[in-house]
């Protein structure tokens, strides 16, 4: 494990480049995507290789690997957004060079299956990313609150509240209560549910020991969210967790699924299955994941979540 560095704060007219390590991406997202960095007052860049499309991914491995590791190289740029998630970070993770890229550090921010990379980056590079939101994003009033004191003046401490409105959708799956309450400090890390089941017996796995862990999901049905987190329970990963933190898992409850209460379990019945009785500070709804209103969390930084008050705030 890297000792832990973080990027230089991002400023006003600082270079971002764009990038697409996962799915391929359209022109109409390519567009809304410089539009969103534009309006934050940053320039955009991108190499030629931006529209290339194998598949379902963004271009070949190498492809997709050689440009991730020239924004890093490349002087003139300040930071990296993603531009989308989907799939294909896992298939390029043992292409990139982390010596490199601890040489380099640069605001490096995505989220979903860019899980990945952050994980990666933070184990073997020491570099503190940031998940919440990519460039196609819908940056709303609540990203917009939190985002330049994390991305750009990256003020401590940072105290991040739930947005207690609907987001953009009505659903269970977009409630917000307590599992268990109490107070924890730690080194908070986390995404994608699958993204992170899917690097167990890897060498991308993150020790979990005395971590605050932050999860979100979109788009299964209760009984995998159910496997998923067995599977991490069974490999020990909930053995000496600080605190649990869980974003909206969207699309994720009876409400999207061909199941009713008489053949599944709630989503809500699924968490509180496995989470209560470890006894440790635990919430669900917090404003990350596939939704409108994003939190920006540093990956890897020291933080206190606060279950009772439903607060988590990086030093």
């Known amino acids: 494990m890297k000792k832990t560095i973080k990027p230089s704060p991002l400023k006003k007219a600082s270079k971002i480049g764009l990038v697409t390590p996962s799915g391929f991406i359209t022109e109409k997202q390519f567009s809304f995507a410089v539009k969103n960095v534009e309006n934050m007052g940053f320039k955009t860049f991108h190499t030629d290789t931006i529209f290339n499309r194998s598949g379902y991914l963004?271009?070949?491995?190498?492809?997709?690997?050689e440009d991730l590791m020239k924004m890093f190289t490349n002087k003139s740029v300040d930071g990296i957004f993603c531009i989308r998630g989907g799939y294909g970070v896992a298939?390029?993770?043992d292409l990139l060079d982390y010596d490199l890229i601890r040489k380099n550090p640069k605001v490096f921010i995505g989220f979903s299956d860019i899980t990945g990379l952050l994980q990666a980056f933070y184990k073997f590079s020491g570099l503190i990313g940031?998940?919440?939101v990519v460039a196609s994003?819908?940056?709303?009033?609540?990203?917009?609150?939190y985002f330049p004191s994390i991305i750009s003046e990256i003020k401590t401490p940072t105290t991040f509240i739930s947005d207690k409105d609907k987001y953009d959708y009505d659903a269970t799956d977009n409630d917000i209560y307590t599992i268990s309450g109490g107070k924890a400090k730690g080194i908070a890390l986390g995404g994608n549910l699958s993204l992170m089941v899917s690097m167990l017996g890897t060498k991308y796995d993150i020790d979990w020991t005395d971590k605050i862990i932050y999860i979100e999901e979109v788009g299964e049905y209760p009984y995998r969210i159910d496997k998923m987190l067995t599977?991490?329970?069974?490999?020990?990963?909930?053995?000496?967790?600080?605190?649990?933190?869980?974003?909206v898992f969207k699309g994720c409850d009876l409400d999207y699924k061909e199941t009713n209460t008489e053949n599944s379990f709630s989503l809500k019945e699924i968490l509180l299955q496995?989470?209560?009785?470890?006894?440790?500070?635990c919430?669900?709804?917090?404003?990350?994941g596939h939704i409108k209103s994003?939190?920006?969390?540093p990956y890897g930084a020291e933080a206190e979540f606060d279950a009772d008050k439903q607060t988590l705030t990086f030093q």
Request: proline share 2%.
């Open 91 to 93: 298939r390029i993770l």
């Open 294 to 297: 994003q939190a920006v969390f």
């Open 130 to 132: 940031f998940h919440g």
């Open 137 to 145: 994003s819908v940056f709303n009033n609540y990203t917009k609150k």
């Open 283 to 288: 919430m669900y709804g917090f404003s990350f």
């Open 231 to 247: 599977q991490l329970k069974l490999a020990g990963k909930f053995n000496k967790l600080k605190a649990v933190i869980l974003g």
């Open 274 to 281: 496995k989470f209560k009785d470890l006894k440790i500070p």
């Open 58 to 65: 963004a271009g070949n491995d190498k492809e997709r690997a």
